[in-house]
């Protein structure tokens, strides 16, 4: 936190165990706290609790100082300064304290034996922990370092790619603007410019998620994983599902949504008037219409997105307005940024933040409405004094980013004006197609992490197979090195490795969201905002059910929703 530039140590929640001085930019500065909590003696229930309340405040604390630095490094990958900040934390600091929290979790399992915790609250942080324990071995310590490192390579390979188009040097997500335009040759031009050079760094990309698969699998045979596959699952504490239902999961999109993306793409291509649809059609109105540009600026784009988030909730808006007094929001895309978009939480603040690369399209409304889903989620859970209940399960974070961007479904008229339906129909036909990409994306990582001594070119081979399967609707001819590279632009595999199926459950949850918000507008936004509340106290089965959800991602729940929205679709 010493060099924080986004904001200063929190005051709604002061400091209670940590000295308010104290700052983590060296190991020395925390050693102290966490060899304190491994020798403090523990006699009662009472002290038990207030144990772990301490825990949480000086991890909340160091963790402060890491996520500071790192999001500091994502605004800005060419300044060197940042950098050295940034990897002089994660070799020389971070490492410490691993074993120690391997200590603190094994004096945990230890009192929680001599005094029994109340199931209803700890049961959650119980079975975390006891994971945890499973799971760490000191020799992976500087494997995580190691990793830490080739991502923040990766953020740096692609932070700085520009082109050069119409006399301007534009970043690929400004270029990316174009694939919108009625004109088919600027389509094709500017898409041919950005694979072109994502091809440039082909051989480095490859050469780095090849040096990635073979350290996760490292990693993952040191803790005794027959795979990372096993390691990633228990690891992102997937307690509730497994991978063959993810299989399953893939199986049962090819049946029920492939049908609909096969419709959607048969009516945008008779009504473009083309022979095949090529990868530069799928962004474009199917009617050539102009593209929807519903803002210009950065402040055109908050103001709009406040205005949505009351009509939603006044109290979600009240939230938004305060991350914007306090500039907890970076939007606008600029050369030597990291490329995508995150929300990110500062843990002694608790606060969120907001990260995007806007370019003035309708897709940047979507992501701000889908990262001020997780802000509220953050929001809503911050007054928990415990740090693993202020963080909750992937699968569940992603219904409350992709239901809030369902539940702003109908007041989009604040961007859009008579142009709304054109922009939710987009949005609908967006989640249909999003399903396939999604289990093309996750069917590659089973794919990777169960085939570890495959070449590049093995892993290009498979994606082209998936792609077949999960795209076949696409014309690649004359262009096959673009898809055959084409996995390398999603960040995921690179920098958040099996962290992609989420969104697709979460996708079936948020489309129960709509639905219920179809018959009773004002009690879904109250159930969704009772799921958000309880963070990650509860199993993930009873943050669904908290939100009035069913969390099942089988056909049986999949095929009415799908049918649901294609019938909304052709309404619009």
Known sequence: MSDNTVGTQSTEFPRQYVAPEAEFGTWAAAESYYQELAERPIESLEEFEKWMIDFSEIDAAFDEEYISRR?????????????RRYLDFIENVYPHREPWHDRLRRKFVDAAARFPLPK???EVLERSIRNSIELFREENIPLEVEHAKLIQQHQKITGVMTVKYAGQELTLQ????????????????????????????????????????KLRDRIARNADCKDYREYAFKSMERFDYRAEDC????????????????????????????????????AVDPENRPPLRPFETDEQLKQGCSSIFHKVDRELGRVFDTMRERKLLDLDSRKGKAPGGYQETYTERREPFIFMNAVGTESDVRTLLHEGGHAFHTWACRNDPLIVYRNYPIEFAEVASMGMELLALPHLGEFHGNETRRAQKTFLEGIVHFLPFMACVDALQHWVYTHV?????????????????????????????????????????????????????????A????????????????????????????PLPELFEAAGLKFDFSEKTLRPLIDAVMEEIERL
Do not use: C
């Open 71 to 83: 999001i500091e490094t994502t605004r800005a990958t060419d300044d060197p300064r940042r950098e």
């Open 511 to 538: 489309l129960q969201v709509w639905m219920n918000a179809r018959k009773d507008y004002a009690e879904a936004v109250a159930l969704y905002r009772n799921g958000l509340a309880l963070g990650g106290s509860r």
């Open 247 to 282: 299989l399953e999961f893939h199986n049962a999109i090819e049946q029920v949504v492939l049908p609909a993306v096969q419709k959607l793409a048969l009516e945008r291509k008779k009504k473009l008037g083309v022979a095949a649809l090529r990868p530069w059609d799928l």
């Open 174 to 213: 400004q270029l990316g603007r174009f694939l919108e335009e009625p004109d088919r040759e600027v389509r094709e031009e500017t898409y041919r410019l950005g694979a072109e050079r994502f091809l440039k760094d082909a051989r480095p990309l490859d050469e780095l998620y090849d040096q990635m698969v």
């Open 120 to 122: 209803k609250r700890y």
């Open 453 to 509: 001594d495959a070449t590049p070119e093995d892993r290009k081979d498979e994606w082209v197979r998936l792609m077949q399967r999960f795209s076949p609707h696409v014309d690649w001819s004359g262009i096959e090195a673009y898809r055959r590279h084409s996995w390398q632009r999603k960040l995921h595999f690179f920098a958040v490795p099996f962290y992609y199926i989420e969104y697709g459950i979460a996708q079936l949850g």
